[in-house]
């Protein structure tokens, strides 16, 4: 069981927006503005997507943008393409005995 | 550009240890502000961070791993590795090594390794 929590699947149609959440607690999501984001396509490693809850490292489209509400975090892909199929994963530092923590992965689907 | 490139053995018996080692190029393991993890991602699961150690050699892990995990460095190399001991079907999985960037207000996994399956079966 993962310490964040994430919907498993996601779907939209091309052009479409679509968000997906990462619930968490006051002792990592809520706590600190540490949360990342990563896309991960099929056999192939995570790929940083978002970090520090809304910036964008170099190279990422600018359709996606990351923001949080207490102890949920959220991941806005607007502008739905084909490619942006893929797995994704919410992280965030936590407080405690355990330094990092994943959430388990929502599955987005392009119909 | 950041490389990092796991290696070792992919089939590793019940109740053996698992050993990987992570080669990093374009880049120093030693360079301040860095944590070096090994993450874990079972067929079908989530994402496990498993520790890291700093670029000082201080070492965290994963609490549900700590009894069985060392990770190591060798400066000289520029290489950081992972041992997991007494190992179970549990313990299959791709793992992955990854620069972990938590300093000056930012904390993320920036860089990642392509992942490595360590299957464990007699």
């Known amino acids: 069981q993962s310490a964040l929590t994430q919907p498993a699947s996601v779907s939209g149609s091309p052009g479409q927006s679509i968000t997906i959440s990462c619930t968490g607690t006051?002792?990592?999501?809520?706590?600190?503005?540490?949360v990342s984001w990563y896309q991960q396509h099929p056999g192939k490693a995570p790929r940083l997507m978002i970090y520090?809850?809304?910036n964008r490292p170099s190279g990422v489209s600018n359709r996606f943008s990351g923001s949080k509400s207490g102890n949920t975090a959220s991941l806005t892909i607007s502008g739905l393409q084909a490619e942006d199929e893929a797995d994704y994963h919410c992280?965030?530092?936590?407080?405690?005995?355990?330094?990092?923590?994943f959430g388990g992965g929502t599955k987005l689907t392009v119909l | 550009q950041l490389q990092l490139q796991e290696s070792g053995s992919g089939l590793v018996k019940p109740s053996q240890t698992l050993s990987l080692t992570c080669a990093v190029s374009?880049?120093?393991?030693?360079?301040?502000?860095?944590?070096w993890s090994w993450i874990r991602q079972p067929p079908g699961k989530g994402l496990e961070w498993i520790g890291y150690i700093y670029h000082t050699g201080t070492t965290y892990y994963n609490p549900s791993l700590r009894s069985r995990v060392t990770i190591s460095a060798d400066r000289s190399k520029n290489q950081f590795s992972l041992k997991l001991t007494s190992v179970t079907a549990a313990d299959t999985a791709v793992y992955y090594c990854a620069r972990d960037y938590c300093a000056a207000g930012s904390c993320h996994f920036d860089y990642w390794g392509q992942g490595t399956l360590v299957t464990v079966s007699s």
């Open positions: 006051s002792s990592d999501v809520g706590g600190y503005n540490y």
């Open positions: 992280s965030s530092y936590a407080s405690g005995s355990t330094l990092r923590v």
């Open positions: 374009g880049g120093s393991i030693s360079s301040g502000g860095h944590s």
């Open positions: 520090d809850v809304s």
